[in-house]
Every structure is written in C-alpha cells, then in structure tokens.
C-alpha cells in the first residue's frame, strides 16, 4: 500500500537528517538563540531581500496559526477567511477557542477576493459585531489552486486601505510559489505576516513564521512561550530550516512534488477524468467513478474528498519531497488498467 494521502508520510529529506546527525553532539543555547536558527533566521532574510523581518521557528502548522492570529487579535476582533480555509476545517476550532470569531466566505476556487472582504466589511455593526482586523490565506489553498502576484498584491492594498492585516499560510508555500509568479520579496512586500512551511516541504517538522510589520513584531516571543510553542532544543527547528535555505533546496523540494502532481494530472486528463479544482501545485482532485476508485485503493491511500453523485467521486492525490518517478509511474499504469476494466463493466451492463 503506497500512500497518496498527504505531503508528509516520510521522514526528512537526506540533508536534513545529515545535518541534524551531525550537529548531535554539539551544545548551544536554548530556545532558538542557538547558532543555526540564527543563521537560518539569516537566510530566511536574505531570500526575503528583507533585513528588518522578525524570523520565529516553531513545531506545527496548527500552531503558527493560532500563535499568530491570537498575538494580532483583540478579544472583540475576528479574522476573514474562505470556508475551504484550514483554520475554519481542520484545526478543531483552535482560533474559535481563544475567543476569536471566523468570518467565513464562500468561493469555488478556495480563493479570497477584496470584494469578499469589502463583503465582509460593510456588515459589521458597530458594538454588535466583532470588528474585522485579520484577513487569513493559504498559499496555496486547501484545495490545490494559487494566488498570482496581482491577486496578492490586490489583496494587500485592501486590507491596508481598511486596516486590516495580512497573514498567509504557507503550510506548503514551497509548492505554491512553485507555481505561481509571487516571489520570497513580494511575500515581504505584500503581507503583515506569513510563515514558512516545513513539515510539508522535507522537514522533520517545524514552520517559519515571518513577521514584516514592525508593530507586530515587539514582544511576539513571549506569545510563543505563553503558549507552549517556544522548543528548548530550538537548533532542531534551526538546523532544519537552514539546511532548506541552503542552495535553494526548499524551492528544488517544490519544483520536485509540483513535477510529479503534473505526470498524475496529465494522465487522468489523457483518460479524459475531470478535476474539482484546477491545481497546478502538489495537490490534485481528479473526479473518478466509484468503480476506478476501488480498484485504486487496493494498491493506494489516499482521501475521498467529495462525493460528485451517485456514481462518481472527487479523490485527493498528494505528491511529497519523496514522491519517487517510478511510483508514479506505477500508479498511472493501474489507473489505465482501473479505467480500462471500468470501461468493460459499463459496457457489459448496458
């Protein structure tokens, strides 16, 4: 059984755990001074062409979310996202615990748009109503698609012609800007705060939350101490993240899982499937009978994500740092034998 379910059923990419074997014996301070995670912060930096950006390392994506969105918040503030959104889908209510409301949006394509959040906007009422203050993406979105540059940059002047904040999720940015036009600087440019993702980009585990707006940046360590996300053994976040920042590895990581999506996609698109979205990133939705789905999961795991009718559904394949060629190869050749067969039993029934 060959899992297709997500982007982190692996370990860590060689390098990583190389590095992480051979700094083992080495002491450093605590909580993130250490020597690597400040060189790491560094790299992060550069790449940003950003000098001023406030770099923090911690374990999970969950928690970069909560952490970040409970740090900007108010008690009486809520933040804007889509409906497909993974704060508002799974995370298990994690913002709502902290007393912040989800200003939820419908769209097709996972996509949020400056008329969803002028939307929003126009129905708050004053004392009623939680005042909008946080305007939550993913980059890529929960259901495969991107943002392009100008969707970014529209986004951002919004959010700044009505005072609100910014903040990306970049769970797996390294597929996102992969297959999008925005760069590391407009990421620094164009948002309040974003964070870096690892654990599904080749990592042991961990996320780099990046903060470029100076008010938000005074004090944002003790949020992390607060709620348990400051690591003791903060260099095994460093170390990781450096490695990824050294010689555009993180980026090579994305290009890598985007490549194999693509071979997948190309094939159901030869056998005439449809797709739920239209991705260009790691994560594609291919519409299937039930019958080919079947016969897939005998050999393969991987998410049913939504039932189209009666007789067909939409799956969820995920490529990752380690997705080899020859898998994928592989999976396409029992897909034609999947389709082929179906092909026969429709026939034979009519």
Not at 38 to 48: F, M, N, P, T, V
Not at 191 to 212: H, R, W
Not at 249 to 257: A, V, W
Not at 290 to 305: P, R, T
Request: aromatic residues 10%; glycine residues 6%.
């Amino acid at each position: 059984m060959y899992s297709f379910k997500n982007d982190y059923s692996e370990g860590c990419h060689p390098a990583i755990l190389q590095a992480l074997m051979e700094s083992n014996g080495e002491q450093h301070s605590g909580y993130g001074f250490d020597m690597y995670s400040q060189q790491a912060a560094d790299l992060i930096r550069e790449k940003l062409e950003s000098p001023s950006a406030a770099v923090h390392f911690i374990s999970g994506g969950t928690q970069a979310n909560l952490t970040v969105i409970a740090s900007i918040l108010r008690p009486y503030e809520s933040v804007i996202a889509v409906e497909t959104g993974h704060i508002l889908v799974h995370e298990t209510g994690a913002i709502e615990a902290t007393g912040h409301k989800i200003e939820a949006v419908q769209s097709t394509d996972g996509k949020l748009r400056s008329s969803d959040i002028i939307a929003v906007l126009d129905k708050f009422e004053e004392i009623h109503k939680p005042i909008p203050r946080l305007v939550y993406i993913s980059h890529p979105t929960e259901i495969g698609t991107h943002y392009r540059r100008e969707e970014l940059i529209a986004l951002s002047q919004c959010c700044r012609e009505n005072g609100l904040y910014l903040f990306i999720d970049g769970a797996r940015l390294a597929s996102g800007l992969c297959a999008s036009d925005i760069t590391f600087p407009d990421l620094a440019r164009y948002t309040d705060v974003f964070y870096i993702g690892g654990t599904k980009s080749g990592a042991l585990l961990g996320e780099a939350i990046v903060i470029n707006n100076p008010v938000l940046q005074q004090n944002f360590i003790y949020n992390l101490k607060q709620r348990g996300a400051l690591l003791a053994k903060g260099r095994l976040l460093g170390i990781q993240f450096k490695v990824l920042f050294s010689n555009d590895l993180f980026l090579e990581i994305g290009n890598h899982m985007n490549q194999m999506a693509a071979k997948l996609a190309n094939a159901f698109q030869e056998l005439g499937y449809s797709f739920l979205t239209n991705s260009q990133t790691n994560q594609i939705f291919p519409i299937l009978p039930i019958s080919v789905i079947e016969k897939l999961q005998k050999k393969y795991d991987f998410y049913i994500w939504q039932k189209m009718n009666s007789r067909e559904s939409a799956i969820r394949l995920v490529t990752s740092w380690a997705t080899k060629e020859a898998m994928i190869n592989q999976f396409i050749e029992d897909l034609y034998i999947a389709s082929e067969v179906e092909k026969k039993e429709v026939c034979e029934v009519r």
